[in-house]
Nanobody, 122 residues
Framework: QVQLVESGGGLVQPGGSLRLSCAVS????????MGWYRQAPGKQRELVAT???????STADFVKGRFTISRNNAKKTAFLQMNSLKPEDTAIYYC????????????????WGQGTQVTVSS
């Protein structure tokens, strides 16, 4: 069974920082891509950032220059460093991973964490 556990959320003032962690466990071949999504009340879930197993990153325009995604392949853990937080960053943040479905990597399987709440308020 594959499990993703997020941590690091909480309450922070505007301009503050938080670091989210996502630890993956279970029977897997290779973690191909990891990503962070967020969902605010009344809004659709949106992609925040992704990182491949080779370390290539992509971030949404609305977090460029403020958020940084990283990963430790040996520890099977992804991170999201969030700086200069704004009230509009308030959301539940979810970790997602695309895992090799076989040794060849010809297809992947998606898994989601339970989410961690980030609240930015003065």
């Amino acid at each position: 069974q594959v499990q993703l556990v997020e941590s690091g959320g909480g309450l922070v003032q505007p301009g503050g920082s938080l670091r989210l962690s996502c630890a993956v466990s279970g029977n897997i071949y290779v973690i191909d891509v990891m990503g962070w999504y967020r969902q605010a009340p009344g809004k659709q879930r949106e992609l925040v950032a992704t990182i491949t197993r080779h370390g290539r990153t992509s971030t949404a325009d609305f977090v460029k220059g403020r958020f940084t995604i990283s990963r430790n392949n040996a520890k099977k853990t992804a991170f999201l460093q969030m700086n200069s937080l704004k009230p509009e960053d308030t959301a539940i943040y979810y970790c997602n991973t695309k895992v090799f479905g076989n040794l060849q990597g010809s297809y992947t399987k998606d898994y989601w964490g339970q989410g961690t709440q980030v609240t930015v308020s003065s």
